[in-house]
Nanobody
Framework: QVQLVESGGGSVQAGGSLRLSCAAS?????IAWVRQAPGKEREGVAG???????KYADSVKDRFTISRDVATNTLYLQMNDLKPEDTAMYYC?????????????????????WGQGTQVTVSS
């Protein structure tokens, strides 16, 4: 099992920045940030897969950066130039590295281990 604890969410104005953190209880391989806004489907935002391959949703490319500190088992998401459409609950998810792992993030907690989430609210 893996315990995941997110932090760093908050309320900012459009154009602002936030840095999310996810503390994992042990080392993980495929790990990602997933968000869900009310009434919308879960969306993989950014993830790190096998061999350190990084994935981003098209909507956040060039604005968000995912990184990890292997020594402390902490995952980060630096979010710049935030937009109101980025408003959502952001979850950290550690999953099995199957070939379709990125697409399966939409399944939610049925797939892998998930944290409780941290709310990000961006006002215009």
């Amino acid at each position: 099992q893996v315990q995941l604890v997110e932090s760093g969410g908050g309320s900012v104005q459009a154009g602002g920045s936030l840095r999310l953190s996810c503390a994992a209880s042990r080392a993980t391989t495929c790990i990602a940030w997933v968000r869900q806004a009310p009434g919308k489907e879960r969306e993989g935002v950014a993830g790190i897969g096998n061999y350190g391959r990084v994935k981003y949703a098209d909507s956040v490319k060039d604005r968000f950066t995912i990184s990890r500190d292997v020594a402390t088992n902490t995952l980060y998401l630096q979010m710049n130039d935030l937009k109101p459409e980025d408003t959502a609950m952001y979850y950290c998810a550690a999953v099995v590295c199957v070939p379709e792992w990125w697409l399966r993030l939409k399944e939610g907690p049925k797939f892998g281990y998930w944290g409780q989430g941290t709310q990000v609210t961006v006002s215009s």
